[in-house]
């Protein structure tokens, strides 16, 4: 048997733990997994020596905005961060582009605009909006991973939230179709306005009842139906006894958070500086610790970047407001340095890593050949170096708008080449883009 790729590591992150290993690959997948210096025929033999290889990442949340608010962003764009950082998967967001993707029509229209232009393999949530139940079905059939819906004002007037009714009846809906519903869990009865340049009031305008109370309706809601619930960016640890007691009860809920709200501390956040502005806010760093205990016993499932651009002068630049500034943080390229950084310090592997960043979210999503290191998987590798730091510079940046509270920041961990389908993405790329479109497995 020949091979065309085999990449042979001493500290292959595989499925069942890290050890040297040969991933051999025959066209898009990964064939077998052999011994480090095993004797294989193949027409390029690639050795990282120290270097590790994990499997490609895929993050779940990813705003592209492309159409309609492609200067916020874009697929070129975002997917060129992605396969600097290490993603190979990403899963859109059905809001913040125009149309929004609530129908099936809308969906077509995302896909013609993303086709052609994706670095890394892209997959598309459906939006669940009020009034839009009739096509919950076909956007299923059609291949959306899931259904992403918001309790609390979305930012975007076309993508409107959902009242704890409709909440009842999408989640009934979704659970006869063993769909996967995705819930933005902020509560605004709890929520004060805010404005001004001081991080302080902005934190204080949306405590951690805001999550709680939302995420109380959720627990309730998936309890009722049935249905698979999933938490986007959970920012109030004191959340998450209560994730784990609906688990516990056998509840379908799930949890993610991000890689900003693992790396920031309000307590650095300076005055004006609207970068960090997302919501929920970064909390202070006892919130932090509390997150960290979460993910690491197994409360919370993901890591993703929840990577929300805008142009500059949406973060309100002249006046540092936070009530005027476009809230999200763009990290695509960043995140696993930005989580690799932290969780080293902490004694954590490079395993939980990868099922953090990349089995638990294709698992979540439902991509059964993305995330791991195994026969049958999609051959989509990083080549990581976990030692090596380095000062995060805004140009290198390959994201649109290379706006980002990282600017400045040392990290540790670097990718030095990413594989998609076996094709190489940094070094020796192709001229042209080689992302998929892809549809739930
Ligand atoms: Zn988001």
Not at 267 to 295: M, S, Y
Not at 337 to 346: E, G, H, K
């Given at each position: 048997m020949?091979?065309?790729?085999?990449?042979?590591s001493?500290?292959?992150?595989?499925?069942?733990?890290?050890?040297?290993?040969?991933?051999?690959?025959?066209?898009?997948?990964?064939?077998?997994?052999?011994?480090?210096?095993?004797?294989?025929?193949?027409?390029q033999?690639?050795?990282?020596?120290?270097?590790?290889?994990?499997?490609g990442?895929?993050?779940?949340?990813?705003?592209?905005?492309?159409?309609?608010?492609?200067?916020?962003?874009?697929?070129?764009?975002?997917?060129?961060?992605?396969?600097?950082?290490?993603?190979?998967?990403?899963?859109?967001?059905?809001?913040?582009?125009?149309?929004?993707?609530?129908?099936?029509?809308?969906?077509?229209?995302?896909?013609?605009?993303?086709?052609?232009?994706?670095?890394?393999?892209?997959?598309?949530?459906?939006?669940?909006?009020?009034?839009?139940?009739?096509?919950?079905?076909?956007l299923?059939?059609?291949?959306?991973?899931?259904?992403?819906?918001?309790?609390?004002?979305?930012?975007?007037?076309?993508?409107?939230?959902?009242?704890?009714?409709?909440?009842?009846?999408?989640?009934?809906?979704?659970?006869?179709?063993?769909?996967?519903?995705?819930?933005?869990?902020?509560?605004?009865?709890?929520?004060?306005?805010?404005?001004?340049?001081?991080?302080?009031?902005?934190?204080?305008?949306?405590?951690?009842?805001?999550?709680?109370?939302?995420?109380?309706?959720?627990?309730?809601?998936?309890a009722?139906?049935?249905?698979?619930?999933?938490?986007?960016h959970?920012?109030?640890?004191?959340?998450?006894?209560?994730?784990?007691?609906?688990?516990?009860?056998?509840?379908?809920?799930?949890?993610?958070?991000?890689?900003?709200?693992?790396?920031?501390?309000?307590?650095?956040?300076?005055?004006?500086?609207?970068?960090?502005?997302?919501?929920?806010p970064?909390?202070?760093?006892?919130?932090?610790?509390?997150?960290?205990?979460?993910?690491?016993?197994?409360?919370?499932?993901?890591v993703?970047?929840?990577?929300?651009?805008?142009?500059?002068?949406?973060?309100?630049?002249?006046?540092?407001?936070?009530?005027?500034?476009?809230?999200?943080?763009?990290?695509?390229?960043?995140?696993?340095?930005?989580?690799?950084?932290?969780?080293?310090?902490?004694?954590?592997?490079?395993?939980?890593?990868?099922?953090?960043?990349?089995?638990?979210?294709?698992?979540?999503?439902?991509?059964?050949?993305?995330?791991?290191?195994?026969?049958?998987?999609?051959?989509?590798?990083?080549?990581?170096?976990?030692?090596?730091?380095?000062?995060?510079?805004?140009?290198?940046?390959?994201?649109?708008h290379?706006?980002?509270?990282?600017?400045?920041?040392?990290?540790?961990?670097?990718?030095?080449?990413?594989?998609?389908?076996?094709m190489?993405?940094?070094?020796?790329?192709?001229?042209?883009?080689?992302?998929?479109?892809?549809?739930?497995?």
């Amino acid at each position: 048997m020949r091979y065309d790729l085999v990449v042979r590591s001493r500290r292959a992150v595989l499925p069942d733990g890290t050890r040297p290993a040969a991933v051999a690959v025959s066209g898009p997948a990964i064939a077998a997994i052999g011994d480090y210096g095993e004797r294989l025929e193949a027409s390029q033999d690639v050795d990282l020596g120290d270097l590790v290889l994990l499997p490609g990442l895929v993050d779940t949340h990813v705003h592209v905005n492309e159409p309609g608010r492609t200067e916020w962003e874009g697929f070129a764009t975002a997917t060129r961060a992605a396969a600097a950082g290490g993603v190979t998967t990403i899963c859109d967001m059905p809001l913040n582009s125009l149309p929004p993707t609530v129908s099936v029509a809308a969906l077509e229209e995302k896909r013609a605009a993303a086709a052609g232009k994706c670095w890394v393999d892209v997959a598309f949530w459906g939006g669940a909006v009020p009034g839009n139940a009739a096509e919950l079905g076909p956007l299923h059939e059609a291949g959306v991973v899931g259904f992403k819906c918001f309790l609390i004002d979305s930012g975007v007037p076309e993508f409107p939230p959902l009242e704890v009714a409709e909440l009842r009846s999408v989640l009934g809906a979704l659970a006869a179709l063993d769909a996967l519903l995705i819930v933005h869990a902020e509560d605004a009865a709890e929520i004060k306005p805010a404005s001004g340049r001081d991080y302080g009031s902005f934190l204080a305008s949306r405590p951690p009842v805001s999550e709680r109370r939302a995420i109380e309706k959720v627990i309730s809601a998936a309890a009722a139906t049935g249905a698979r619930a999933h938490i986007v960016h959970l920012s109030a640890a004191e959340c998450v006894a209560m994730i784990a007691g609906a688990k516990a009860a056998g509840i379908r809920l799930t949890a993610e958070t991000c890689p900003h709200y693992l790396y920031f501390a309000a307590e650095q956040v300076p005055d004006g500086a609207t970068e960090f502005k997302c919501c929920p806010p970064v909390r202070d760093a006892i919130n932090r610790e509390a997150l960290w205990r979460g993910l690491e016993a197994g409360v919370i499932d993901c890591v993703v970047s929840d990577h929300s651009p805008c142009p500059p002068e949406l973060k309100a630049p002249d006046t540092g407001d936070f009530g005027q500034a476009w809230g999200g943080i763009a990290s695509l390229q960043l995140g696993l340095s930005a989580v690799w950084t932290v969780a080293r310090r902490r004694g954590r592997a490079l395993d939980d890593v990868a099922r953090w960043m990349a089995a638990a979210p294709a698992a979540l999503a439902g991509l059964p050949a993305k995330g791991r290191l195994a026969p049958g998987c999609d051959a989509d590798l990083v080549a990581f170096d976990p030692d090596e730091a380095y000062t995060v510079d805004p140009a290198q940046l390959q994201h649109r708008h290379p706006v980002t509270p990282y600017a400045g920041r040392t990290l540790t961990g670097r990718v030095r080449q990413t594989w998609l389908r076996g094709m190489p993405l940094l070094e020796g790329a192709s001229e042209a883009p080689v992302g998929r479109l892809q549809k739930r497995g």
